[in-house]
C-alpha cells in the first residue's frame, strides 16, 4: 500500500509539473514579440520581401546578356525539286539533302532600352515599398495585441472585483448563519446572502468563460496553438499623463510613408510607358553549323559548314494608334488618385491623434474619478459592516454597500482599461508603437 502511495505521489507531481511548465507567463512585450515571429501576417510580409529581391533579379536579368543554343535535325523523305529553264530546255534539279541538321548558340545583348532601366528602378523602389509595407503590418499586429492583451486585463480585474465581493457576501453569510443558528437573527436574511452568492458564483463563471475566449483570441492573434496555457502576469495599469502633451509628426508616420512610395512607384509606371515612345538597340551576334548529306549525321555521309553573324538590331515606334499615349494618361491618373490618398491619409491621421488626445483626457478625468469613488465606497460598506454587526444597519444597506464597491471596482476597471486603449491609439498616432516591444 504504502508503495502504491509513492508511486501517486511521484505520479501527480509529474503532471503538475508539466501543468507548470505548460503554463506560458506573457508579458505585453513578450506576447508581441512573439506574434512578430509567428503570426501569419508577419511571415506573409517576411515572404513579400523575400519576393521583392526576386523581382529586382528578374530585371536585372534580362539587362544582361540573353546566350541561347539551338539544335534541329530534318530527315526529308521527298527532297524537292525546282524547276531550270536552260536555253528553252526545262529540267529538274532536286534542292537539298535526304538528311539536314542545325546547331546554333545566340547571344543578344540589349545596347538601350529604356524599358529595362525604368524597370530595374521600379523594382528596387518595390523592394522599398514592401519594406515599408512590413514596417506597417508590424505595428498593425502590436496595435491588434495590445488591445487584446488589455482586454483580458479588464476580464482579470472583474473577476477579481467579483471574488472579492464574493468573500465578503460569504463572510457575512457565515455570521448571519451563527446568528440564525442561534435563534438571533431571521432565516429570511440568511436566504438573501445565499442568492446573492450564488448570483456572484454564476457572475464569475461567466466571466471566467469570458476570460478562457479572450485568452484564446489572444494566442490567436499571436499565433500561438490555442491548447497552450497562458498566465498574465500581476500588473498595474501605469498612468502617463504626460503623454497627452507629445506632438504627433504626420510626414514619419509609416502610413504617409508607404503612400508617398506607392506614388513614387506610379511615376516610375509612367516613365515605362514614355519609355515605349524609345527607340530600342541591341547586338545579336550567333554562331553555329549548318549540316546536311546522304545518311545519318553520325556515322553516314554528312558535311558540317560552319556559320556565323553580328549584327545591330534597332527598333523605332512611329504611330502605335495613340495607345501608348492612352496608357501614359492611365499612368497619370493612378499618381493624382494616390497623391488624393496621401492627402486623405494625413487627415485621418491627424483626426485619429486628436481623437486620442481627447479620449485621454476624458479617460484621466474619469480614472480619477472612479478611484476616489473606489476609496469612499470602501468606507461606507466598513461603516455599513460595523453598523450591522451592531445592529444599526439593515442587511440590505450592507448589501447595497457590496454591490456599490463592487460597481465602482468595475467602472474604475473599464476607465483604467479604456485609458490603455487611448494610450495606444496615441502612440499609433505619434508613429511610436515599436516601443511598447522595448518597454
Known sequence: MKRIKLIAVMLSSIFAGNYLYAQEVLTLQEAIK??????????????????????????RGSALPQINASGSLKYNAIIPEMAIDLGGEIITAKMGQPWNSAAMVSLNQQLFNQSIFTGLKAAKTT??????????????????????????FQTQLQLETIQTNLD?????????????QAGLQRKIDLDRLVVAINNLESQKQQILNAQQLKENALKFAIGMPIENDIQLPE????????????????????????????????????????????????????????????????????????????????SVPIFTGGATKAKIRQADIQIRQAQVTLEDTKLGLSLANENAKSQIRNSLLIVN??????????????????????????????????????????????SLLNFKVAEIQLIKAKGNLKSLVNE
Not at 127 to 146: H, W
Not at 168 to 180: A, C, D, I, W
Open 235 to 314: 500588473e498595474t495599469f501605469d498612468i502617463n499623463a504626460s503623454i497627452a502633451l507629445e506632438d504627433m509628426d504626420i510626414d514619419n508616420r509609416t502610413e504617409v510613408i508607404l503612400n508617398r512610395k506607392q506614388i513614387e512607384l506610379y511615376e516610375l509606371n509612367k516613365t515605362a510607358k514614355v519609355a515605349d515612345l524609345y527607340p530600342k538597340l541591341s547586338l545579336g551576334a550567333d554562331f553555329g553549323w549548318n549540316g546536311f548529306g546522304q545518311g545519318f549525321p553520325i556515322g553516314g555521309d554528312f558535311m558540317w559548314p560552319k556559320t556565323s553573324g553580328i549584327g545591330l538590331n534597332l
Open 34 to 59: 512573439y506574434a512578430l515571429k509567428n503570426k501569419a501576417e508577419a511571415k506573409k510580409s517576411a515572404l513579400e520581401l523575400e519576393n521583392a529581391q526576386y523581382q529586382i533579379d528578374e530585371v
Open 369 to 414: 474619478t472612479n478611484r476616489s469613488n473606489v476609496t469612499l465606497a470602501t468606507e461606507v460598506l466598513n461603516d455599513t459592516q460595523n453598523n450591522y454587526g451592531n445592529g444599526l444597519a439593515t442587511l440590505t444597506e450592507l448589501l447595497d454597500a457590496e454591490k456599490a464597491l463592487a460597481d465602482a471596482q468595475s467602472n474604475l476597471n473599464t
Open 168 to 180: 465578503n457576501t460569504t463572510k457575512t453569510k457565515n455570521v448571519v448563519e451563527g446568528l440564525v
Open 127 to 152: 523592394r522599398e515599398f514592401y519594406q515599408i509595407n512590413a514596417q506597417l503590418t508590424e505595428e498593425q499586429l502590436i496595435e491588434k495585441v495590445s488591445n487584446s492583451y488589455y482586454d483580458i
